[in-house]
């Protein structure tokens, strides 16, 4: 996302959307592209929400709260909690590095002795993850969930996320 960095959904988006009619896809990191038929060459692109299934996922959990880790994942949050009829909310994210992140919760979040579910679209190293179950705890969470739509651990990332108390 700076000048002379390589920007991969286009290499992709060529090579998929000229060999293909069509193209679904499951909660597209679309925060910054509101449209994926460009990127795809013109290829039609059918972008499915994973909010139904991931709101199954929590049927029966008494009063949760959905939590984003980032403004990013406002969306997918937003319809899960819409789903359930649950109360949502996104930390505030500043990134000065690919491990240097400062999470913090909007100013009147109501946490404490909530159990507070986490949903993010995609998850690879778990550093944003980590960092919001840290102030979740720290807001004072009675218990803390984690659904990923695209879990891309690294090896390592399941168990870190469980160690700081998912």
Known sequence: ??????????????????????????????HRTGDLTPVFCGTPVSALSAAPVLAARLAGAERPLIVGPDAESEACVSAVAHELGADHLAFRKVRRGDRDVTLTLPPHAEVRGRHAVLVDDICSTGATLTG????????????????????LFKPGVGAALRRAGA
């Open 1 to 30: 996302f700076l000048a002379g960095q390589p920007l991969s959904r286009d290499v992709i988006g060529a090579l998929l959307g000229l060999r293909f009619d069509r193209i679904v896809t499951v909660e597209p990191h679309l």
């Open 132 to 151: 919001a179950i840290r102030g979740l705890k720290a807001a004072g969470a009675a218990a803390i969930d984690v659904l990923v739509v695209h879990a």
